[in-house]
């Protein structure tokens, strides 16, 4: 039981740290505008 308690808390914590990762990846982009997306945005072009 103490085991998966533990593994429980591990993936919680995880989930945490990549969302306050997401949310710091997310305000870069915003701060440093298209420098931070490395990949050209595709255009339709008629």
């Not at 308690?5 to 945490?16: D, F, H, K, M, P």
């Not at 990762?21 to 298209?34: N, P, Q, S, T």
């Amino acid at each position: 039981m103490t085991v998966l308690y533990v593994y429980i808390n591990v993936l919680q914590e995880t989930q945490e740290m990549v969302s306050a990762i997401r949310k710091y990846l997310h305000a870069y982009a915003k701060l440093h505008g298209a420098e931070a997306n490395p990949r050209p945005i595709a255009t339709v072009s008629d």
